[in-house]
Every structure is written in C-alpha cells, then in structure tokens.
C-alpha cells in the first residue's frame, strides 16, 4: 500500500478516473489531468474511466474525453448504468420496469431488453436515478406502484446527493429523488448501483484483470470514489478539485479516508515508484 507523503510503494498497472470533478469540472479539463492520463499510458498503465451520472452514455464520455484531449475508448469507460442494467437484467429478468431516470438510462434498459411500464397496477420495478426531468407525474407513478399497489421493488442507479458545477455550484442527484419516493412512501430503496458498490467493480475488473493492489481509485468524492477502494482493496487517491474539501476529509471516518492525497491529480507523479527506479 502506499505510504502517503513518503511515496507510493507499488507499481501500478491499473489507474480507474473517477470524471466529474476529478478529470474534468463542466466542459473543462482540471489542471494535470492530461499530463498525468497520458504519462500513465506512456508507462504501461492501463487508465479507465468511471462515473456514477446515468445521464451520459459511455459513448458520450468517450468522445467527451477525446474532445478535450484524451483519446478514450468506449470499452474503457464504465458508468452506474452498466451496473444497473446488468442487476436488473441478472436479479429480475422479465421484470416491468419503471425507471425514474434521463433518455441514457431509458435507452441502457430498452437495449437489454427490459420491459418499460408506467402503468403503477404492473409495475415490479422502480429505478430512481439522476432525473433533471423529474415532476410530479412520476413521483405519483412511483408512489402508487410501491405504496398503492404494493407490488414494486425500489432501487436506485447510484447515491450521490449533487453533481458538482464549476464555481462551487452543484444540482441534485440521485439521492435527492430517492429521499423524496422513500418520504412518501416509506418504502426504503434496497439496492444502490454505481461506486462504491461490488456489481460496478466486478464489470470494471472482469472487462481489465485487474489487480485490486496495483490499481488506484482517483475520486474526488469520500462517500463513493474513496470507499469504492477501501470496500475492493484498492489504492484511494483523494484529488481536492470537486466535493471533498480538508475540512470534510478531516473530519471523515476512518473507513472513509483514503491513502493518498493530492491537491491536483498529476501531483500523484511526485509518490509513483516506477519500474526502472523499483529495480535499481
């Protein structure tokens, strides 16, 4: 493991970008990210990319990524939705589904083949999600299919409260729109998707081989980028460029703090033992 300021004690081949607030804040890149994206490649290091927003496809976050200047695959990136869909299609295959959620998480289902229903008499399955379309014809579909008919399951595609905007500013997320169906119903959503949870690092690690010691986690979020590595034994690099301020890392439990912590993320390149240094 690392060990902190002293350096990073591992050789690593696998480095998992959190987007939002990490690599990117808005539609501009934060300082370092390409220097670091691209000297990790240089050296071998596999980088992929890995977002809690259902409201982008992987497409979406590959060519975003290539247009600011880091060549991405699609095959590199994985988000909440991947997670969500497989969960779904694994855990109640031939489920109505009514997904709280933008055109991306809509389109995920319909690809995989999962039956969309509004009908709250059918429904076995509401998704709450990032949802800036949210109103209050679907929180009463959710409401009468989990609290009415009391038939439906609730889940929801990932657990964070905002998703960060330039200049400090931020919008509500996920959680918001599930506090707000759990409220009226009192039906607690059972499974969440996305970081930190098992189903999204078991895409990401079957689709790389990679070893959970020699990988590490960028995030700039405690609650999922940092316990996303703590939860899969891997490397929790904290970058202060989005939500989590000294403030709150200092008063964060232990299970929440990460091994590392870097004002900006190419300061990473100071701690890294490469392999020629590694076997001198």
């Not at 900006?264 to 020629?276: C, K, S, V």
Request: glycine content about 8%; overall charge negative.
């Amino acid at each position: 493991m690392p060990k902190g300021v002293n350096g990073l004690d591992v050789d690593l081949s696998t480095a998992i970008f959190d987007l939002d607030g990490t690599v990117y804040l808005g539609d501009a890149l934060l300082p370092g990210a390409r220097r670091l994206i691209q000297t990790l490649r240089d050296t071998g290091v596999r980088t992929v990319f890995c977002s809690n927003n259902p409201t982008r496809s992987p497409v979406t976050y590959a060519d975003k990524l290539t247009g600011l200047g880091i060549p991405t695959d699609v095959d590199d990136v994985f988000t909440s939705l991947n997670s969500t869909v497989r969960w779904v299609s694994t855990t109640m295959p031939g489920a109505r589904v009514f997904p709280i959620g933008e055109q991306p998480l809509v389109d995920a289902l319909t690809r995989a083949g999962v039956s969309i229903c509004d009908d709250p008499a059918r429904i076995d399955l509401v998704i709450s999600s990032y949802d800036r379309t949210f109103d209050y014809r679907k929180l009463q579909i959710a409401f009468d299919a989990l609290w009415f008919h009391r038939r439906a399951r609730l889940v929801a595609t990932n657990p964070d409260r905002f998703c960060p905007f330039p200049g400090g500013r931020g919008e509500p997320d996920a959680a918001c729109i599930t506090a707000a169906i759990t409220a009226g119903t009192g039906i607690e959503c059972e499974a969440v998707f996305g970081k930190p949870e098992r189903g999204l690092f078991d895409i990401i690690a079957q689709a790389t081989g990679l070893d959970p010691s020699r990988t590490v986690m960028f995030g700039d979020r405690l609650y999922t980028d940092i316990s996303f590595a703590r939860r899969h034994d891997m490397i929790g690099a904290l970058v202060l460029t989005g939500e989590t301020d000294r403030d709150m890392l200092a008063a964060a439990p232990p299970e929440l703090r990460p091994d590392i912590v870097l004002d900006r993320i190419d300061d990473l390149l100071e701690l890294i033992r490469r392999p020629a240094e590694a076997s001198s």
